[in-house]
């Protein structure tokens, strides 16, 4: 595989609750990325992390997103008081990261998230 | 003004068939260029990254026209299983280092 598992798989969840979607990449890979694709739209950035610093929330919808990384591996993505339009599949991506301008990025399987 | 934008197809071509994909991008600024395969419910994979003097990977060759902005891939010799949706993806590299995807062009290889 690509090296990074999410979980869960799917996730339904009703309008108003908080949901937390976790990405755990294989070790070493400083980079970590999230991204959401909506039905029948294009991947969309979320949040950037190098290590367990996120210099990059520019793609975050609204504050009720947020995520953290610890320990420099593991990462999760919660929303507060999920709404109708949050639902969409959450992909999280490990980065070859480091110097240079090439950033190859190599995705999960995503979380499929429904809110009703 | 999307910035990458792609012909959405769909793109119907017999097995066997030569077929290219066209992207622009309007950011001047990118470093970094992608071809990325997304089969139907599935994440998107990479194919190929795509450099200034072109490449080649097996049936596929990336060209890149940073003058005119412009990705394109071509597929030699099609096979049913290259039937998914191929998205162009950009990034500027340092810094903001996020990827910027294209909507995609669906293919469908029919025998």
Known sequence: GAGVSQSPSNKVTEKGKDVELRCDPISGHTALYWYRQSLGQGLEFLIYFQGNSAPDKSGLPSDRFSAERTGGSVSTLTIQRTQQEDSAVYLCARGTGGGGSYNEQFFGPGTRLTVL | RKEVEQDPGPFNVPEGATVAFNCTYSNS???SFFWYRQDCRKEPKLLMSVYSSGNEDGRFTAQLNRASQYISLLIRDSKLSDSAT??????????????TFGSGTRLQVQP
């Open chain 2, 86 to 99: 191929y998205l162009c993806v950009v990034s500027t590299g340092t810094g903001r280092r996020a990827l």
């Open chain 2, 29 to 31: 600024a990118s470093q």
